[in-house]
Structure formats: structure tokens, C-alpha cells
């Protein structure tokens, strides 16, 4: 079967860094998604991977390792506004998304 | 100017009633969506559909169809309601299929069956 894995909740302190992991399991790979849910909100998009490596995009970055089946979303200097779910997804060989249950970031002063 | 736009926000109705939802994007997208995200936050995809095929989730009870009057439009159409139907819909578009499509969503309709 198709399996993402991701820590259900995680606490971490205004202007910090913390990292949320992703594992995922697939029926081939093409690509995987960060997307950041604010309570009672849609998921908006926050970043892509397809190659190995880190990708940088301001105050959040995003790692692939393909060989690991792992991903990660670091984010820097943290704001209390980045409390809300971040959603881990990976696109299949059929290219359907399977989504994470997420995980629920809660931003400390 | 909503990219993405569903309706209602909120629909609370009777077990065993028929209710629709309608999404609309302006975004010229060739693709949309419908996903069911329960209490639990998983987001599950229900449907995904282009204007050239529609992909069912084998999961998704038949009394969910989608209906698309244009390119534009994704409607779910949901017959005899059960309480278990009770979660937050969300519709959502993409460009196409291909590399490094980015999911654009609607704000979601909460559905409450009683």
C-alpha cells in the first residue's frame, strides 16, 4: 500500500527553526508537496521537490532524498502566524497525489 | 477576484437528503478536483477530472458524482446523505498533470448531516 508519514503535533518557540519530517512509501514517485493549512482554511501551496537536495524559498526550505523515501520542511525564525498544519504529499507513478494526515505546528511566544 | 470558488461555505441538512456543491475557478485550469478532509485532517481525494477524463476514487461511494458543465466548473453531487458524509469538502485546480503542477484550492465547504 501507499503510506505518508508525518509526526501528528509538533511545539516549537517563536523565532526558532524547527524541522517537519515526511516518509513516504509509493507506488513510484514524481514530485512532493508541502502545503501549509491554517485552522479552518484551505492548504496553499509552500513547496515542490522532484530532485535530491534542498530548496530554499525565503524563510522555509524543503529536502528530498528519493534513495530514503524522506522529506523534510525546515522553517527559520519562526513567526507566531506559522501556527497551522503542514501537509506532506507525494505524487505517484499514476501522478495522484497521497496526502499525509498532516502535522500540527504550535508556535510558542 | 477568488481563484478558486465554492458554494456553499457551510450546508447542514438531513440524513437521507441530496445536496449539491458547486466550485468554479478562473484560473483556465485543465484540471480539478474534490478532496473530503474529516475530522481527523486527512484530506482523501474523491474525483480528479480534465476536460478529457475522469479518475474516480474506487473508495468514493457511488452516491458522489461529480458534474462539469464547462472546463470551468466541478460539481459534486451527493444523493441519500449519511451521517458518516459529515466533513469539510474542499475543490481544487491545477494547471494540468504534468511535472510540477501546483494544487490551487477552494476555501472548503463544511458539511454537517444530522
Known amino acids: 500500500g501507499q503510506n505518508i508519514d508525518q509526526p501528528t503535533e509538533m511545539t516549537a518557540t517563536e523565532g526558532a527553526i524547527v524541522q517537519i519530517n515526511c516518509t513516504y512509501q509509493?507506488?513510484?514517485?514524481?514530485?512532493l508537496f508541502w502545503y501549509q493549512q491554517h485552522a479552518g482554511e484551505a492548504p496553499t501551496f509552500l513547496s515542490y521537490?522532484?530532485l535530491d537536495g534542498l530548496e530554499e524559498k525565503g524563510r522555509f526550505s524543503s529536502f528530498l532524498s528519493r534513495s530514503k523515501g524522506y522529506s523534510y520542511l525546515l522553517l527559520k525564525e519562526l513567526q507566531m502566524k506559522d501556527s497551522a498544519s503542514y501537509l506532506c504529499?507525494?505524487?505517484?507513478?499514476?501522478?495522484?497525489?497521497?496526502w499525509g494526515a498532516g502535522t500540527k505546528l504550535i508556535i510558542k511566544p | 477576484d477568488t481563484a478558486v470558488s465554492q458554494t456553499p461555505k457551510y450546508l447542514v441538512t438531513q440524513m437521507g437528503n441530496d445536496k449539491s456543491i458547486k466550485c468554479e475557478q478562473n484560473?483556465?485550469?485543465?484540471?480539478m478536483y474534490w478532496y473530503k478532509q474529516d475530522s481527523k485532517k486527512f484530506l482523501k481525494i474523491m474525483f480528479s477530472?480534465?476536460?478529457?477524463?475522469?479518475?474516480i476514487n474506487e473508495t468514493v461511494p457511488n452516491r458522489f458524482s461529480p458534474k462539469s458543465p464547462d472546463k470551468a466548473h466541478l460539481n459534486l453531487h451527493i444523493n441519500s446523505l449519511e451521517l458518516g458524509d459529515s466533513a469539510v469538502y474542499f475543490c481544487?485546480?491545477?494547471?494540468?498533470?504534468?511535472?510540477?503542477?501546483?494544487?490551487?484550492f477552494g476555501p472548503g465547504t463544511r458539511l454537517l448531516v444530522l
Open positions: 481544487a485546480s491545477s494547471e494540468g498533470q504534468g511535472d510540477q503542477e501546483t494544487q490551487y
Open positions: 484560473l483556465g485550469h485543465d484540471t
Open positions: 477530472y480534465n476536460n478529457k477524463e475522469l479518475i
Open positions: 509509493t507506488s513510484g514517485f514524481n514530485g
Open positions: 521537490n522532484v
Open positions: 504529499a507525494v505524487r505517484d507513478s499514476n501522478y495522484q497525489l497521497i
